[in-house]
């Protein structure tokens, strides 16, 4: 297998470099965001010495060769599977996907996430995260939500699709490379498949949400959800969560609890919402999904067989953010003219991705939009400024 490339799945003719961070923006993601997001760990929980010292270890580590994983948690051996290849090596010269998600598996077992011990199934960007639920943007968008009560039919779904997409915008680890972005700046839609995913939601009976951040994120999707579920009585959403902490903001079971419970305990719109979701929940209507692929340094063509037939079953999955963008489609270097549908076509059904641009990776462009863009001298790849709404019918 050539760790190098990537191939298309379906299209073998179709290959691409994989990405790398020996330079540009996957470099500036490890070299200065890193330090900044363990430097946060350590500021919201008051860990004692011996964790302080092996969650800053790690701040040294990845200037070194890639080493081995200290402990020996369950999914321990997988990793040492994925990680033969690239023992040894730099951090800077194999697959971004891969480093990242290392990174992240290391930082759990540092931070003693896996016991046992006192601090088993601490959250170390708990913090992070409850302090954006709790805070001004989410409490302005619970009050945005007696204004939705006047919108109905298209003109509701555009408003929450659009809500949902611009969410992605507000991850936590996206604020610490770009302090102050708030969703006002100069925005565009680059690929806009709406009058495409429009149908496929209203009709779908089943729906597969794979989520990607907590607070401005998560809640638009709970909305989305609401709006899917009180349109039909014979629809079900399927919420696909990550089943521990994960690049800073991604949504655990207990985020999505924790977010139900402050539409439950806000205002009056988003308190009968907040009452709604936990009614769709208990009857099972509402269903939260979680799974230790979406944990490890795969893409989704490398999916279980379960949950492919999890997407298979469902009459529509939509996948939210940019990590998850990178997965479907593969972290790799693909002109980004290539059509969609070339590197989407081994999904099992109808698929929607809502994303905005935070790296490099990307399809389904416009050839003059892309010549636009790129003499345009703007960072658009990774600025956060643009997105994408795409679609691949089955
Ligand atoms: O998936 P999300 O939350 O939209 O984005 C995750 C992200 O912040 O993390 C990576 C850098 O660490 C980038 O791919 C991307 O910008």
């Known amino acids: 297998m050539d760790l190098e490339r990537l191939t298309a799945p379906g299209d073998p003719s179709l290959t691409a470099p994989v990405i790398t961070s020996t330079d540009g923006f996957p470099r500036s993601v490890l070299r200065d965001r890193h330090p900044e997001l363990l430097a946060r760990v ?30 020996t948690h369950g999914d321990a051996a997988l990793w040492a599977e994925w990680a033969a290849p690239y023992l040894g090596r730099s951090w800077y010269e194999v697959p971004f996907l891969w480093a990242e998600n290392y990174f992240y598996r290391k ?5 003693g996430w896996f016991g046992p011990g ?38 509701r779904l555009d408003s929450l699709v659009l809500s949902a997409l611009w969410g992605n915008r507000a991850d936590l680890g996206f604020a610490l490379q770009r302090p102050g972005a708030d969703g006002r700046a100069r925005t565009a839609l680059l690929v806009d498949d709406r009058a495409a995913l429009f149908p496929l939601l209203t009709d779908a009976d089943r729906i597969v949400l794979i989520t990607d951040n907590v607070g401005r994120e998560l809640l638009p999707d709970l909305v989305l959800a609401d709006t899917l579920l009180v349109g039909r009585s014979g629809v ?21 609890l924790k977010t139900v419970q402050r539409l439950v305990d806000g205002p009056p719109a988003a308190s009968e919402l907040g ?35 999890h997407y298979a079953e469902a009459d529509l999955t939509v996948l939210k953010g940019d990590l998850n963008y990178r997965r479907l489609i593969g972290d790799a270097e693909w002109p980004a003219t290539t059509p969609f549908e070339a590197v989407t076509g081994y999904w099992p059904g109808h698929v929607a991705a809502l994303r905005t641009l935070k790296s490099d990776v990307l399809v389904g462009l416009d050839a003059s939009r892309l010549t636009e863009l790129d003499a345009s001298g703007e960072k658009w790849r990774t600025s956060g400024d643009y997105a994408v709404i795409q679609v691949r019918q089955a």
């Open 42 to 71: 350590l500021d919201g929980v008051p860990y004692p010495p011996e964790i302080r010292l092996a969650v800053n270890g790690l701040l040294h580590e990845i200037e070194g060769p890639i080493l081995p994983l200290s402990d």
């Open 118 to 155: 006192p601090w088993q199934a601490v959250d170390p960007f708990g913090p992070q995260k409850d302090a954006e639920l709790a805070g001004d943007a989410v409490g302005a968008e619970l009050e945005a939500l007696a204004a939705l009560g006047e919108l109905a039919g298209e003109e």
């Open 107 to 111: 930082l759990l077992a540092a931070t």
């Open 236 to 256: 079900t959403a399927w919420l696909h969560v990550k089943p521990s902490p994960y690049f800073t903001s991604d949504a655990m079971p207990i985020d999505v």
């Open 275 to 309: 009452l709604r979701l936990r009614q769709f929940l208990s009857e099972g209507r509402l269903n939260i999904v979680t799974h230790p692929f979406y944990v490890a340094p795969l893409t989704y063509p490398q999916a279980p067989a379960d949950l492919v037939k």
